[in-house]
């Protein structure tokens, strides 16, 4: 079963959480300052990251660029307040999902799957798929850009794989959603918008003019046409 | 009428009244002061020239006698004729002479008129010659002379007199404009300030200027908006309190209940292996752990409402998707009939237009009577869904009340299934896209409630 981080200040908190994951397999490591998690990071190696925003200290936006920029750990906030300004901030910092506080377990439990859930390989004979200048390896779960890696995200690699999938064709912010997320219709679309801005600063020679990650107005997104 | 258009009236009047009183009554007694003179001048003076004439002969005038009648009175700017014996002599032609002044004559006395003829004006004199200076000779005599120069001078004066008095009236509306101005000035800004304060500018004032009754009344208006000001912001700060307590008291209850719900699922699922009493301990402990979770939350929904920090994260939805979906989820497919057309696309906020048709569905069918009946339809460039039930509807006192905050229909129900914030929360959710939702009775019995969001696009 995975190993799981949590960064959280309320002892309370805390340890309910430690002891739901504990008890539904989770390896938990937790820890109660961003400092500490961060430290905890290196030897530890766990798959997920669960982490409040309210932090002494080191706050959780910090935390979570710092992990961001030190790999492609899944993150998912702990939002204390339901706050617009903080999901959307948090999303921006590089956070795969979020949970709103007081989290029932199952929903917890739900979004760490979905953030772990390995992107399948493609049945396709094809090893590494061209589009444009991008190299899509589907097997390897490597994209390439001008032929070097790019580092993404897991949720914006799998973000970038279904759209892809079938390039030309317009997804709903819901079947990315669900899809990507594994959240139904009542998913928050800003998860999808956030993780395309991401995904767009890494792979589009001009973020503004998208060349792959195209939106299309009053229904969604789809990958080029090139 | 304005006061502005009074106020001028009234001085325009005013100014006319002076002028004709001055301007004519002057012209009136300078034209016949000079008119007077004149024709006196020229009525002695031909009196004096027909008495050099005196004595005459009593014999019955000739021609020739009433020429020389005639060329000496004329004089030298003047024209005469003589009548006399039936005969008449002179340069002067006759038709000046009018019946009335020729009856004058008539009856002995001296007689003068002013006659218009050709383009001019001309003064008439006549008189009957006498042999003494009680017997009268039967020769009638007329002089005419131009009154031209006299009448022009009088058409001056007419024309000075207009003048000035135009003059005057000019200046009398300027300044009546300018008292108006000044009086309306204060009045104008006193009506802004009003009408800002009826907007809601509470700090609107007026500048007092002077001391008289329109700045006593800007005094007045000063320190009632300011009273104002001070009693509102009293009940702001108070209100802005008790929300803030409110929201407090909502964030200080999450973190216990964040603990407490994360092992709700554990004490679920140990429950069942707990003996008799202490089990249903566990559950109803579980249960209320959940009840007060959702109330709390409902409660931090209100206060993001009350603050403004809600905020929509609108997406281009297929609406009867989203309905269909969230009926589903709760299991009310099974309860209610539904009419979704389909391809109804609009741009808002799905979480929230789910969780306003949960209430209103949830509502309908704790409160209501089945069979409820949901339906989506598009009028006037608004997505409208209807929640109709069969039950016995709203009471009319209940009606205004219906999406009041903890609002209990029947005061004798006690705690109900939920929180009694779901209505509040769904009618703010329905303002927050811009949007209605409006409560009321159907003809046919039950209660419909009624949820109308724009289209959008430009969210």
Not at chain 1, 29 to 42: I, N, P, S
Not at chain 1, 118 to 139: C, F, K, P, Q
Not at chain 1, 145 to 159: I, K, M, N, S
Request: with cysteine; hydrophobic share 45%; charged share 25%.
């Amino acid at each position: 079963m995975p190993r799981v981080l949590l960064i959280e200040d309320d002892e309370a908190v805390r340890e309910g959480l430690s002891l739901a994951l504990t008890y539904q397999g989770h390896t938990v490591d937790a820890v109660r300052t961003g400092e500490e998690g961060l430290e905890l990071l290196a030897n530890a190696a766990p798959d997920v990251v669960v982490l409040d925003l309210m932090l002494p200290g080191v706050d959780g936006f910090e935390v979570c660029r710092r992990i961001r920029a030190s790999g492609d750990l899944p993150i998912i906030m702990l939002t204390a307040r339901n706050d617009d300004i903080d999901v959307v901030a948090g999303l921006e910092a590089g956070a795969d999902d979020y949970v709103a506080k007081p989290a029932q377990p199952r929903v917890l439990e739900a979004r760490i799957r979905a953030v772990l859930r390995r992107a399948t390989g493609s049945v396709t004979e094809v090893v590494a798929e061209r589009h444009g200048d991008l190299t899509i390896d589907r097997d390897g779960l490597v994209v390439s850009r001008h032929g070097r890696p790019v580092a993404l995200a897991p949720t914006e690699l799998r973000l970038l794989l279904e759209l892809s999938s079938s390039p030309g064709r317009v997804m709903s912010r819901q079947q990315l959603l669900q899809s990507v997320w594994d959240q139904g219709y009542l998913g928050d679309s800003r998860l999808v918008d956030a993780c395309v801005q991401r995904l767009r600063s890494k792979i589009e020679d001009d973020p503004a003019a998208p060349r792959y990650v195209q939106t299309v107005r009053g229904f969604g997104y789809r990958f080029g046409p090139l | 009428m304005t006061l502005r258009l009074r106020l001028l009236l009234a001085f325009g009047f005013l100014s006319i009244v002076t002028a004709v009183a001055v301007a004519g009554a002057g012209y009136v007694r300078a034209r016949d002061a000079i008119v007077q003179r004149a024709q006196d001048t020229a009525v002695v003076e031909i009196t004096n020239r027909v008495e050099e004439l005196y004595p005459l002969s009593p014999r019955p005038p000739t021609t020739a006698v009433l020429e020389r009648i005639a060329g000496r009175v004329s004089g030298r700017t003047d024209a005469a004729i003589a009548y006399g014996n039936g005969q008449s002599a002179g340069s002067m032609s006759p038709e000046m002479i009018t019946p009335e002044l020729r009856a004058l004559v008539e009856s002995g006395r001296v007689g003068w008129q002013r006659v218009a003829h050709g383009d001019s004006v001309w003064l008439v004199v006549g008189m009957q010659l006498r042999i003494t200076p009680t017997e009268p000779s039967g020769i009638e005599v007329y002089v005419v002379r131009p009154f031209t120069s006299e009448s022009e001078f009088v058409s001056e004066l007419a024309f000075n007199a207009w003048l000035i008095g135009s003059a005057g009236l000019l200046l009398a509306l300027a300044l009546g404009f300018l008292a108006a101005r000044g009086v309306l000035r204060p009045v104008r800004a006193l009506q802004l300030a009003a009408w800002k304060l009826g907007q809601g500018d509470l700090t609107a004032r007026v500048p007092v200027r002077g001391r008289d009754e329109l700045a006593s009344v800007a005094t007045t208006f000063n320190s009632t908006a300011s009273s104002l000001e001070h009693h509102v912001g009293q009940l702001r700060r108070m209100e802005a309190d008790a929300r803030r307590f409110v929201a407090d008291v909502s964030h200080e209850l999450r973190t216990p209940l964040a603990a407490m719900t994360a092992v709700t699922d554990v004490l679920d699922a140990e429950t069942a292996a707990l003996p008799g009493v202490a089990g249903q301990a566990a559950r109803l402990v579980n249960r209320e752990t959940q009840n007060l979770t959702r109330l709390v939350n409902d409660l931090i929904e209100v206060t993001r409402f009350d603050s403004g920090t809600a905020a929509l994260a609108p997406d281009d939805v297929d609406v009867a998707e989203v309905v269909l979906s969230c009926l589903r989820l709760r299991g009310y497919l099974t309860k209610v009939t539904a009419s979704l057309p389909s391809g109804i696309r609009a741009r808002l906020d799905p979480r929230r237009l789910d969780v306003i048709v949960a209430n209103l569905v949830g509502n309908a069918l704790r409160h209501g009577a089945p069979p409820v009946h949901v339906t989506l339809s598009v009028a006037d460039g608004h997505v409208v869904i209807r929640v109709a039930d069969s039950g016995e509807g709203l009471p009319d006192e209940v009606l205004p009340h219906v999406f009041a905050r903890f609002y209990k229909a029947d005061s004798a129900r006690g705690r109900s299934e939920g929180s009694g914030l779901g209505l509040a929360i769904a009618w703010e959710n329905a303002r927050l896209h811009g949007g209605t939702l409006d409560a009321a009775n159907r003809p046919e019995g039950g209660a419909v409630f009624t949820l109308r969001l724009p289209l959008g696009g430009e969210l």
